[in-house]
C-alpha cells in the first residue's frame, strides 16, 4: 500500500509492520474473517476455509479456470450464470472471488487509515496486466464491496513505472 504523505507517495508498513500483505483470507465457525498473515498460519489447519490466489478466479466463467481450480486445496464450482465461486463449507456458503478480495482490501484500508490517521473514501487498485474488462470489472465490485470508491484501475507494470518514477 503506498499513500501520499505531504505530497510524496509512501509506502506504508501493513499487516503488522510489513511492506506487503498475503491476500489470504480464512473463515471461521463464527463467521469472522482473518486476513494476511493470520490467515496464512490457519491455512495448514483449516484448508478447506482459508482461500488463497482468488485473484486468479475473479471475474472468470469456471470453465476457463478449470485447470487452476482443481489444484486448489479449496473447492471452487460454478455460480447459476457460470462464474467460478468459492465453496466455504464453515458459512455453508459459496463466495464470490470478489467478496473474499473485499475482505483483503478492508484490511489494507483498515490498517492504512491506522498509520496514517484518515479515512479512506477513495482508491487506485492495480490489476494484472492480463486482465480483461469482466476481470477489471469485479476487482472494481470488490473495491465497492470494501467501501471504496475505486478512481482508477491500474496495470501492475504502470504502477511499477510509476513507483520508479519512469
Given at each position: 500500500?503506498?499513500a501520499?504523505q505531504?505530497?510524496?507517495?509512501?509506502?506504508?508498513?501493513v499487516d503488522?509492520?510489513h511492506p506487503?500483505?498475503?491476500s489470504?483470507?480464512?473463515?471461521?465457525?463464527?463467521?469472522?474473517?482473518?486476513?494476511?498473515?493470520?490467515a496464512?498460519?490457519?491455512?495448514?489447519?483449516d484448508p478447506?476455509n482459508t482461500?488463497?490466489?482468488?485473484?486468479?478466479?475473479?471475474?472468470?466463467k469456471?470453465?476457463?479456470?478449470?485447470?487452476?481450480?482443481?489444484?486448489?486445496?479449496y473447492?471452487v464450482?460454478?455460480?447459476?450464470?457460470g462464474?467460478?465461486a468459492?465453496?466455504?463449507?464453515?458459512v455453508?456458503a459459496?463466495l464470490?472471488?470478489?467478496?473474499i478480495?473485499a475482505?483483503?482490501?478492508?484490511?489494507l484500508?483498515e490498517?492504512t487509515?491506522r498509520?496514517?490517521?484518515q479515512?479512506?473514501?477513495?482508491?487506485?487498485?492495480?490489476?494484472p496486466?492480463?486482465?480483461?474488462?469482466?476481470?477489471?470489472?469485479?476487482?472494481?465490485t470488490?473495491?465497492l464491496?470494501?467501501?471504496?470508491?475505486?478512481?482508477?484501475l491500474?496495470?501492475e507494470?504502470?504502477?511499477?513505472?510509476?513507483?520508479?518514477?519512469?
Amino acid at each position: 500500500v503506498a499513500a501520499m504523505q505531504d505530497g510524496v507517495p509512501k509506502i506504508l508498513r501493513v499487516d503488522n509492520d510489513h511492506p506487503t500483505m498475503p491476500s489470504v483470507v480464512h473463515y471461521n465457525a463464527s463467521r469472522d474473517v482473518t486476513v494476511g498473515r493470520k490467515a496464512v498460519r490457519l491455512q495448514s489447519k483449516d484448508p478447506a476455509n482459508t482461500f488463497h490466489s482468488v485473484k486468479r478466479f475473479i471475474g472468470q466463467k469456471l470453465e476457463v479456470v478449470r485447470k487452476e481450480a482443481d489444484n486448489m486445496a479449496y473447492t471452487v464450482e460454478a455460480d447459476e450464470d457460470g462464474f467460478a465461486a468459492i465453496k466455504c463449507p464453515i458459512v455453508g456458503a459459496s463466495l464470490l472471488p470478489e467478496e473474499i478480495s473485499a475482505h483483503v482490501l478492508s484490511k489494507l484500508i483498515e490498517d492504512t487509515e491506522r498509520i496514517i490517521q484518515q479515512q479512506i473514501k477513495k482508491a487506485v487498485v492495480t490489476v494484472p496486466a492480463y486482465f480483461d474488462d469482466e476481470q477489471r470489472e469485479a476487482t472494481r465490485t470488490a473495491g465497492l464491496a470494501a467501501g471504496l470508491e475505486v478512481v482508477k484501475l491500474l496495470r501492475e507494470p504502470q504502477a511499477a513505472a510509476i513507483a520508479y518514477g519512469l
